[in-house]
């Protein structure tokens, strides 16, 4: 069957505390536990227009599209070359980012929005590797990443790249909209983008979490909903 995904912007606004400009960093999520929230009057909603929204929609279906583009079928995986676009994205935002290669071709790619300390960090965390295609069986090219009547098609657009489009299309709006807005986060956001779910999960996750904690040490984690 062919898989398909409808191109949506995120939804949501920020929330901020009055008077210092700084967002909590706090989300709606089935798969995030939720605190309760501070009282009303301490705190305040940033809501952006519907051109920004539109815009991030927009943005976001092309970072999708480009992560479509890139065959990081596992075996052999290659995610490599996606985590390299990955990387010239979050250098060209100015976002700090770490790039690890676990072994050749394989790849990890963690970048990091400072939050004030106030509350522990929130990880955003996707996938680069996708499963086998029959091309025979799609109606269209499964690497192309064709929109057709408001559908995106394309290996990886439920699982996992559209979570991975959705995680980089969010650092870059709280790097606009917050960091460069001169507000704060109360927690740092770190997104992580792995290898290697699919098959074997060697270098995965795992390897990550094994080798390098601290890149991803977190309160919470946010990973792709399951119905």
């Not at 927009?58 to 995610?79: D, F, Q, S, W, Y």
């Not at 935002?93 to 939050?115: F, N």
Request: glycine share 10%; charged share 25%.
């Amino acid at each position: 069957m062919t898989p398909r995904r409808r191109a949506a912007p995120a939804g949501g606004a920020l929330r901020a505390r009055k008077g210092k400009g700084r967002t909590t960093g706090s989300a709606k999520s089935r798969s995030v536990p939720t605190r309760s929230e501070p009282p009303e009057s301490a705190t305040t909603t940033i809501d952006l227009d519907v051109r920004t929204w539109t815009l991030a929609a927009a943005e976001t279906l092309e970072h999708l599209k480009r992560c479509i583009r890139i065959n990081t079928v596992n075996p052999p995986g290659n995610e490599i070359a996606l985590a390299r676009v990955l990387a010239g994205i979050f250098d060209g935002a100015g976002i700090h980012r770490t790039l690890l290669e676990p072994a050749t071709g394989r790849a990890a790619i963690v970048a990091r929005i400072p939050g004030d300390g106030t509350q522990q960090p929130l990880l955003l965390l996707a996938h680069m590797d996708v499963v086998g295609v029959e091309p025979a069986e799609w109606s269209v090219d499964p690497f192309e990443g064709a929109v057709r009547d408001g559908y995106l098609y394309g290996r990886g657009a439920i699982d996992d790249k559209g979570m991975l489009a959705v995680n980089l299309q969010a650092m870059l709006l709280l790097k606009r909209h917050v960091i460069d807005a001169g507000g704060t986060l109360t927690r740092d956001v770190v997104f992580a983008a792995t290898s290697d779910e699919e098959a074997g999960g060697l270098w995965g996750i795992d390897w990550l979490v094994a080798n390098h904690p601290e890149l991803v040490r977190a309160e919470y984690a946010t990973v792709t909903p399951r119905p």
